[in-house]
């Protein structure tokens, strides 16, 4: 089977959907260095697309796949934007035109078709919230995904969403029948659980900073904290944003100056040892179609205190504290609780290394794997 999958979230800084699709990438290429999980159809042949008019996708920077050589990059010079705008708007050119070879499948890492004029289509969706609040996004997101998402979805031949939550909003919001909807969750970083908690450890928020995350909230509920624990300190790993400004000049001000760090983007690489360092990673986020930093910190065995909103009761299960994202009192009594009282603290963090180990990579390509297959199915039926 022939895939293409749109590696170009991954090309720059490896957030949220860029990490997602750069490690499917790596569970899928051992999977089709093998066997494709034993099905007769044979092996996996994947390519990756990348387009840009400066960054170029080279194999040199695929170093940690390591089955490399079943993976061929397809690279072009060709603006994002001006790709974009020719794919959402007018579905031309055809993968086959761009890459100079045919598919069974195309793979969008975003909700919009990766148009072809055989192959299936396969999209993600990893959440909703440029349908809820558009006001948030920019650029072709802003343009193209509210008004164009719900009938690409309707069209793709298999939808993978990361969480049970996001599946049930794409059904009901979308109108995409349940049958083609593929729940596919990301996998645990290969993290050995630290022995210990650092004594003088940090309390960690780890995310764009962008209005959905509820950074205003979470500062909000520190003013609290450092009543009680003036010696915690708290970092905000994540790029800023147009939305941020306000916040960052915030935590320049007393009371919370001194006691909030803005440490901005940090490389997939450098991220274990943030985690390291932390007391307790805060999440508390008004919507998540996921939320990959809930399952890093549980797979170190890093208490988790998270929103109980969208998706993330679902990721957290018992192996954390659940707030209410609107309550900053409750959200601070909670990091409190953890940061103070190191038998509860130790007890959420063995439930989360075990959590997580439920959360699998190979399983997740098996999963992919199985939407693809199941795709050209389907597309040979609708033909």
């Not at 909230?217 to 994540?238: C, F, K, M, P, S």
């Not at 409190?336 to 439930?351: F, W």
Request: charged share 25%.
């Amino acid at each position: 089977m022939r895939v293409l999958i749109d590696y170009r979230p991954a090309l720059r800084a490896r957030t949220g959907a860029g990490e997602y699709t750069h490690q499917l990438v790596r569970a899928l290429s051992t999977m089709s260095a093998a066997d494709a999980s034993g099905t007769p159809d044979g092996t996996l042949d994947l390519s990756l697309f990348s387009s840009s008019w400066k960054d170029r996708l080279t194999k040199d920077r695929l170093t940690d796949i390591d089955a490399l050589g079943a993976v061929s990059v397809v690279d072009r010079r060709v603006p994002v934007a001006v790709l974009n705008f020719a794919w959402h708007r007018l579905g031309w050119p055809p993968a086959e035109l761009v890459t100079g070879s045919s598919y069974d499948v195309t793979h969008s890492s975003h909700p919009l078709i990766l148009p072809a004029r055989r192959a299936a289509h396969v999209v993600t969706i990893h959440d909703l919230d440029f349908l809820s609040h558009p006001e948030h996004t920019r650029a072709e997101v802003r343009r193209d995904y509210p008004g164009l998402a719900p009938e690409h979805a309707r069209r793709a031949d298999r939808v993978l969403v990361p969480s049970l939550f996001t599946a049930g909003e794409v059904e009901r919001r979308l109108q995409v029948p349940r049958e083609r909807i593929v729940v596919c969750p990301p996998g645990a970083p290969a993290w050995t659980p630290r022995s210990a908690a650092p004594r003088d450890g940090y309390v960690l928020f780890v995310g764009t900073l962008e209005p959905r995350k509820n950074v205003g909230g979470l500062l909000d509920a520190y003013e609290r904290v450092i009543d009680t624990a003036a010696e915690l300190e708290l970092l905000l790993v994540g790029s800023a944003t147009d939305a941020s400004r306000a916040w960052l000049e915030r935590i320049g001000r007393p009371p919370l100056k001194g006691k909030v760090r803005h440490v901005g983007y940090v490389d997939a690489s450098r991220m274990r040892q943030m985690y390291e360092g932390a007391r307790v990673l805060v999440m508390p986020s008004f919507d998540e179609g996921f939320g990959i930093p809930v399952l890093d910190a549980m797979t170190l065995g890093v208490p988790v205190v998270a929103a109980r909103r969208g998706s993330l009761p679902e990721v957290l299960g018992d192996a954390g504290r659940l707030v209410d994202p609107e309550a900053p009192a409750e959200i601070a009594d909670a990091i409190l609780q953890v940061a103070q009282d190191d038998g509860y603290a130790d007890a959420l963090a063995a439930r989360g290394v075990a959590r997580s180990r439920a959360f699998r990579w190979d399983e997740t390509a098996r999963r992919v794997y199985g939407a693809y297959r199941d795709a050209v199915e389907h597309h040979a039926h609708r033909r």
